[in-house]
């Protein structure tokens, strides 16, 4: 096959594992590039592989130093442009800033909606990111953008166990849809907890339970877990009400602020989360599984490469 012909990958400095996993799924080698840090804090970007007219994929995902990563990214598809790329993909495992969706109160900004003004103006031509805190910031793009789920991947993982979960728990009502996603593959039934956030704290509050989770191995889903309010009390809740035991299965580990702590000291049998944003050592723990979603990655760039459809590959329906 003539090189030309492959898709180039371009990887930040957030996940170099994974940068690493989907280029050899992809059978290429990652694009040399050079990166400088000055004294003054501002970063140079160099690419030093070969781009002109080429389809590139930028990998980078959102992790601390949030901001420094997302000036990276945006520096990394405008030097793209000056080395002549042809079309230039994002691929954003965890959307930087997709918690700052929507007006929450009067004069705040709907940063991720910037964010996808910034990614576009810098040179990405089209996106593909994977499940989405809302939906809705699909609509942010005026390029092509793929949403793709890692929800198959958990569930495929947690099918062949023999203590596979009795009953799906969301753990708030904007979650019951992915939730019942998840219910559905498995072949359990859902339950929902009505959460409420009273302030900015990042303090949420579980209310009721709606559902039967007594008795069942219950497994609470979410897209994402940061400070782990919101998994933690629910598994408290789910306990209270009676279930068996309980699990949790999140695609995004954030993972912020002192969750270690407390979700060692939580019922949580365990914890699945993908990779799609990189452990930090204090967070390797026996609790906490890592699926693998370089093979999701990669297929869905191979696929975009060769202009295919991705709902098979991992349909949102
Ligand atoms: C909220 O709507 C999301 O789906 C997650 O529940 C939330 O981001 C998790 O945050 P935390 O772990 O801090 O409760």
């Known amino acids: 096959m003539r090189e030309d012909s492959l898709p180039v990958l371009v990887a930040g400095t957030t996940h170099p594992s994974l940068g690493r996993d989907v280029a050899a799924r992809l059978g290429v080698p990652l694009c040399p590039v050079r990166f400088t840090r000055f004294s003054n804090e501002n970063l140079k970007v160099v690419i030093e592989g070969a781009v002109r007219d080429r389809d590139v994929f930028v990998l980078q995902t959102s992790c601390p130093p949030v901001n420094e990563s997302l000036m990276e990214t945006l520096i990394l598809l405008d030097a793209l442009r000056t080395a002549g790329a042809g079309r230039v993909t994002a691929v954003l495992p965890y959307f930087p800033y997709s918690r700052s969706d929507k007006l929450d109160e009067p004069g705040v900004s709907i940063t991720a909606r910037l964010v996808a003004d910034l990614l576009v103006s810098a040179g990405a031509g089209r996106i593909l990111t994977l499940d989405l805190h809302a939906p809705q910031i699909h609509g942010f793009f005026r390029v092509p953008m793929d949403h793709i789920t890692a929800i198959p991947t958990l569930c495929a993982s947690l099918a062949t166990e023999a203590s596979a979960p009795r009953v799906?728990?969301?753990?708030?009502?904007?979650?019951?849809?992915?939730?019942?996603?998840?219910?559905?593959?498995?072949?359990?039934?859902?339950?929902?907890?009505?959460?409420?956030?009273?302030?900015?704290?990042?303090?949420?509050?579980?209310?009721?339970?709606?559902?039967?989770?007594?008795g069942r191995h219950a497994l609470i889903v979410d897209d994402e877990i940061a400070t782990g309010g919101t998994i933690l009390e629910a598994a408290e809740m789910v306990l209270r009400m009676g279930a068996a035991s309980v699990e949790a299965a999140v695609v995004h580990p954030v993972l912020s602020g002192n969750v270690m702590q407390r979700l060692r000291a939580s019922p949580l049998r365990r914890l699945r989360v993908t990779n799609t944003i990189p452990l930090r050592p204090e967070c390797v723990d026996d609790r906490i599984e890592v699926v693998d979603i370089a093979p999701l990655i990669a297929d869905s760039i191979g696929r975009i490469h060769k202009g295919e459809r991705l709902d098979d590959v991992a349909s949102r329906r």
């Not at 992915?178 to 949420?204: C, M, N, Q, Y």
């Open 168 to 214: 799906v728990v969301a753990t708030d009502i904007g979650e019951a849809k992915d939730a019942g996603r998840f219910a559905a593959r498995l072949g359990v039934p859902l339950a929902v907890i009505d959460k409420r956030r009273t302030d900015d704290s990042e303090h949420a509050v579980p209310h009721t339970l709606v559902g039967d989770v007594a």
